[in-house]
């Protein structure tokens, strides 16, 4: 396994550095990293890659594109960096209170953290860890209401006109879900039996808890779920998504099981 592994490996730089030659570049092996993905099942192999006599750096966790990965995909190095950058936007938000209106504060939050919040949530909003971020973002709210800090914070939400971060994640990945629909199959298209989930896309049979917590399979499940007047019109994205975030605010999911007892 070891030896294939090593051999593809080779194939693969070769290929990108008969890319980089044809158009004028070079690969920088000393910021070239290699990252092993793995499941709680398979271990890591140890494994040192080396190519044209260079030695390319074995890492645990990577950024990339402002995502930090890691061996096991599951987001808890890429969040524990984020609740710092949020924790910063809650004590702005908290600083500039006394002199600002609840609409400024709120103009605050969109401006300074929820840009935080919502990059990448496609892919760490199934993540147990996200909790950690639903709190902060449960603070926020709480301090743009002028509210107790025990206090429940479903309608202030609504008040708002702010998802909660679970909603976001289902709004995001639905909105990514329509926009790609062309990577994704309808029922009709795998069989020819005539059923009322005909027109829901094809769910892939999947046994590994990593995949099915993955963009593609989840975001299939939760549009699945969608009631049939806002799935119908997702071929239209301006009224699909005016349709969808209203009804995320009415409901103001605080988490996929509400989302699917609905």
Known sequence: MT????HKVNEVFNKINKWFHSNLLMLNYDKTYFLQFTTKANRENN???????KTIATVKSIKFLGLTLDTTLNW??????????INKACYAIRSIK???????????????????ISYGLIFLGNSTDSNDIFKIQKRVIRIITN???????????????????QSQYIYSI?????????????NSHIHAI?????????????NLTLYQKGVYYSGIKIFNHLPTTIKNL??????????????????SFYSLEEYFNT
């Open 194 to 206: 005539n059923t009322r989930h005909k027109n829901n896309l094809y769910v892939p049979a999947a």
């Open 234 to 251: 997702s071929s239209d994205r301006n009224k699909f998504q005016i349709a969808l975030k209203k009804f995320l605010l009415n409901n």
């Open 174 to 186: 639905l909105l990514f879900i329509t926009k790609n629909k062309d990577q994704f199959s309808l």
């Open 47 to 53: 494994m040192q890659i080396l190519y044209s006599n």
């Open 147 to 165: 509210s107790n800090k025990n206090a429940p914070c479903r309608e202030l939400f609504k008040s708002l006109n702010i998802l909660p971060l």
């Open 3 to 6: 030896t294939e592994f090593r």
């Open 98 to 116: 006394p002199f600002m209106s609840p609409n400024v504060l709120r103009n605050t939050y969109f401006s300074y953290a929820h840009s935080i």
């Open 76 to 85: 808890k190095h890429h969040i524990s960096e984020l609740i710092p950058r």
